[in-house]
């Protein structure tokens, strides 16, 4: 850990541990949880939108928008989408642990 000074502020810099790196959804407050969801929905949404021309993401915009409901059961697609979204970031978590634990 080291501190420093940047923008008349003073910080504590220490490395990212792979416990610190990990989602523990269970632990989360309902709020928190949605705060995460919100965010990854979001980080999801940008890299999904831009694979896509202007008219094709207005387009998907659109059909999202006739298909929000305020209900939480999701369309099984989207459900299966972010299961798989969830299994991957356990992976790339594991094998980060497993590259740490190899360098030290």
Known sequence: MITTRFLEHDF???????QDMKLELDELSEIDAMHAV???ARVVGIAHARQMDRATRNSWIAELQVNRTGQLDAPSWLWTSIVQLAGKHEEGYLNHCRRYALEH
């Open 38 to 40: 919100g965010y990854l």
């Open 12 to 18: 504590f810099i220490r490395e990212l541990l792979p």
